[in-house]
C-alpha cells in the first residue's frame, strides 16, 4: 500500500516539473522576440518556474528514496533530470 501511495505522490510533482520546463522554454522565447522592455518580466517568470521544479525535485526525490521498487524510483530520479532540463 505504501508504495502505491509513493507512485501516486511522485506522478503530481513530476508533471509540475514538465508543465514548468515548457514554461521556461516559452519565457526564453518571449524573452528573445518580446519588447525588450518586458525582458525582465521573462526573467521573473523563468526564476519562478525554476523554484517551482527545484520544490517538485525534492518532493520526487523524497518519495523514490522510501521505494522498495528501485528499478521504478530510478525511472522517476531519470524524469527529474529529463524534466529539470539542466535548470535544477
Do not use: Q
Not at 507512485?7 to 525588450?36: Q, R, T, V, W, Y
Not at 525582458?39 to 517568470?45: L, W
Not at 526525490?61 to 521505494?67: A, F, P
Not at 528499478?71 to 524524469?79: C, I, M, T, V
Request: glycine share 8%.
Amino acid at each position: 500500500v505504501m508504495e502505491e501511495c509513493l507512485k501516486l505522490a511522485c506522478s503530481a510533482p513530476l508533471e509540475i516539473m514538465e508543465k514548468c520546463g515548457e514554461a521556461i522554454d516559452l519565457h526564453k522565447e518571449f524573452a528573445a522576440k518580446g519588447n525588450s522592455l518586458a525582458v525582465s518580466d521573462a526573467g521573473v517568470g523563468a526564476v519562478i518556474c525554476r523554484a517551482a521544479l527545484k520544490g517538485a525535485s525534492l518532493n520526487v526525490y523524497v518519495n523514490t528514496k522510501l521505494m522498495h521498487n528501485r528499478e521504478l524510483a530510478d525511472e522517476y530520479d531519470r524524469e527529474i533530470l529529463r524534466y529539470g532540463r539542466g535548470y535544477i
